[in-house]
C-alpha cells in the first residue's frame, strides 16, 4: 500500500509543501495520470468520436467508451449504456428532470415531490421548477431536530458528542406517501458531510412506487458508491470532484426505466432516421447525448476511475473522514466556534464545516488564505441547510487521499490566529 | 494589534463598533443592498433635511463580513450633512480610502456594498 506522502507525488499542484488544499468538496486537485490521458487525446488522437474511419477517430471512440464502461464498473451499474455522459451533475439533474416530465406529463396539485433541506441547489432548483411547471407540491425532509439542532440555542462553544446531522427518517416516512411522484435525496451533504442513510428512504419511495433519485455529486470518488445497491432509480455526480476534468459528469439511469424515458436534449447522434418533418431516436445510450459531448472530459474521467480505484475508494474515506473528525474535534474546542459536521467518521464524506460568532466566513477564509491554507466560505450552494441550521453561512474544510495531518494542524492554527484578530 | 495587511485596527474597530449600526424610527428612504456572493447585506434608513437637500441622518442594519459591515460604518459616518450631488462624485476610490488598505479584488463586491447600495438608494 503506498503511503500518503507517496500518493501526494502524483499531484503536481501539491509540489509546494507549504500549500495546504482543503477545498476537495468544491474541486478536488487532478494526479498527473489524469492530465497526461487528456494531454494525449489532444497532442495524439483528437478527432470526434462515433464518426470518422480513420485510426484517431477510432481510438478516440475506444477511449470514450471505455470511460463509460469504467464509470458503470465504478457505481455497480448492470450495463455500461446506463450511463449517460453529461457537463456535469447541474446538467444531469436538469436533463433528468426534463426526461421524467416528457414522459410521464406529471401534472396536479394532488401530487407532490419529496426532497431533503440538505440539497445543493444543482439538484433543489430543478425540482423547485418542475413543482412550478407541472404545479405539484414540493415537500423537505428535514433534518433530524433532536441530533443536529440540540446546540442551537447554546452559545455555540461545543457541540455534544451525538450531534450528527441526519436526516429525519420518521419524517421522511410521513412526507412521502401514495401522491409522491419522485423522492430527490442526496447522498452525502457538500456543506456537513453528512453520508445520508439513502437506502432507507429508497425502501419508503419504493413502498409507494415513487420514481427515486440520488445525487452523489459530493460523494463519488470520496465513497463506494454502488447504485443499485442504494435502491435508486438514477443517480448522478460531476467528474471534477472525483479528479476527472470539469465540464463532464454522469448521469446513470436503471435500464428498466431509461428503456421508457424520452430523452430531453435533441441534435446530432441522438437520431435513427430524420425527415423533414420528424426524427426516430437512436439506441441507448446515444439517445440520450446529443451533440458532441466533452470527449477528453471523458477521458479524464476514466483515467480518474483508475486512478481512484487503484487507491481504493474506501482508504480515501478513510483518509478523509479521520482528518475531518480530527480538524472538527481541534475546530470545536475554540471558543465561539461550532462545528456543523458528523463527528462519527463513518457517517462523514471528509468535510469539517464550522461557523464562529466572531467573523463571518469569508473573512475567516481570508486569514487562512494568507498561510496558503485553501477553504471554502459562505453557504456553498446549499442556501436551505444553513436556514435550517440557524446559521447564514459556514467555513468549509474538505479532505482527500492527499491530505495530511499538517494541514489539519495548519487549519486549527490559521482559526486560532483569525480569532485572535476578530475577537473583540 | 496584529499584523494582518487587510485587518488593520480602524476597520477592526468600526467592525467592533460600528457607527450609525441599527433601524431608524422615522426615515424617508429604506434601501437592502445585497452581495450574493458573500451573503451580506446592508439596510440604509437614510432621513433627509427639511429642504430635503442634503442627508440629516443615516443608519444601517445587516449582517456580514468585517469589510462589508466596517464600511457600512465608516461611510455613513462620512456622509452625514452630504447633498445627492456629493453622493454621485463618491468612487469606488473615495471607498478604498477610507479603508486605508489594499482590498483584494475577491474582496471588492464587499468593500463596495454600502456605497453602491447608498447611490442606488438616493437613485444617483
Known sequence: ?424 | MNNDPLYQENILEHFHHPRNKGKMEVFDIKYKGENPSCGDDITLYIKWDEAHEQIADISFSGFGCAISQSGASMLTDKVKGMSGKDIERLDDAYMYALYGVEVSPQREKCALLAVRTLKEAIGV
Not at chain 1, 431533503?116 to 404545479?135: D, F, I, K, N, W
Not at chain 1, 427515486?212 to 459530493?218: G, H, I, N, P
Not at chain 1, 441547510?385 to 479532505?399: D, E, N, Q, Y
Open chain 1, 1 to 424: 500500500m503506498r503511503n500518503i506522502e507517496d500518493i501526494r507525488k502524483d499531484f503536481p499542484q501539491l509540489a509546494d509543501p507549504s500549500y495546504h488544499y482543503l477545498d476537495s468538496a468544491a474541486t478536488s486537485l487532478t494526479p498527473a495520470s489524469v492530465i497526461d490521458a487528456v494531454g494525449e487525446y489532444f497532442t495524439k488522437y483528437r478527432a470526434n468520436v462515433h464518426r470518422g474511419l480513420f485510426g484517431e477517430a477510432v481510438r478516440a471512440t475506444e477511449r470514450y467508451e471505455e470511460a463509460r464502461k469504467k464509470v458503470a464498473n465504478f457505481i455497480g451499474a448492470n450495463d455500461p449504456s446506463e450511463v449517460i455522459l453529461t457537463s456535469g451533475a447541474t446538467e444531469s439533474s436538469n436533463m433528468l428532470v426534463r426526461m421524467l416530465e416528457e414522459t410521464f406529463q406529471w401534472k396536479g396539485k394532488k401530487n407532490n415531490i419529496v426532497t431533503t433541506e440538505m440539497e445543493h441547489h444543482s439538484s433543489l432548483v430543478p425540482l423547485q421548477q418542475l413543482a412550478a411547471r407541472a404545479e405539484l407540491e414540493l415537500r423537505h425532509i428535514p433534518l433530524n431536530s433532536e441530533t443536529s439542532k440540540g446546540s442551537l440555542s447554546g452559545n455555540s462553544q461545543r457541540l455534544p458528542l451525538d450531534v450528527s446531522f441526519e436526516l429525519d427518517h420518521a419524517a421522511a416516512e410521513k412526507l412521502i406517501d401514495s401522491n409522491t411522484l419522485l423522492v430527490s435525496v442526496v447522498l452525502a451533504s457538500n456543506v456537513t458531510g453528512t453520508i445520508n442513510d439513502v437506502r432507507r428512504i429508497a425502501d419508503v419511495a419504493s413502498k409507494h412506487k415513487a420514481f427515486f433519485v440520488v445525487d452523489a455529486t459530493a460523494a463519488a470518488g470520496h465513497f463506494p458508491i454502488n447504485a443499485q445497491k442504494l435502491g435508486c432509480d438514477a443517480l448522478y455526480f460531476s467528474g471534477h470532484k472525483m479528479m476527472a476534468p470539469t465540464g463532464i459528469g454522469v448521469l446513470w439511469v436503471k435500464m428498466e426505466v431509461l428503456r421508457g424515458l424520452k430523452p430531453s436534449q435533441f441534435g446530432g447522434h441522438m437520431v435513427a432516421h430524420t425527415d423533414k418533418d420528424k426524427a426516430s431516436w437512436g439506441p441507448i445510450p446515444d439517445r440520450f447525448e446529443a451533440g458532441t459531448k466533452n470527449i477528453a472530459g471523458a477521458i479524464g474521467l476514466g483515467a480518474a476511475v483508475d486512478y481512484l480505484e487503484n487507491i481504493g475508494v474506501e482508504r480515501v474515506h478513510e483518509n478523509a473522514a479521520a482528518l475531518a473528525v480530527e480538524a472538527a474535534k481541534e475546530l470545536a474546542k475554540i471558543s465561539g466556534v461550532r462545528v456543523v459536521s458528523p463527528e462519527d467518521p463513518i457517517k462523514n464524506i471528509g468535510i469539517a464545516s464550522f461557523h464562529a460568532d466572531w467573523a463571518h466566513p469569508h473573512d475567516i477564509a481570508e486569514v487562512l488564505a494568507r498561510d496558503r491554507v485553501a477553504v471554502r466560505a459562505g453557504h456553498h450552494c446549499a442556501e436551505p441547510l444553513h436556514t435550517a441550521l440557524g446559521i447564514p453561512a459556514t467555513t468549509r474544510a474538505s479532505f482527500h487521499i492527499y491530505n495530511t495531518k499538517e494541514d489539519v494542524d495548519a487549519l486549527v492554527e490559521g482559526v486560532k490566529k483569525a480569532s485572535e484578530i476578530f475577537k473583540s
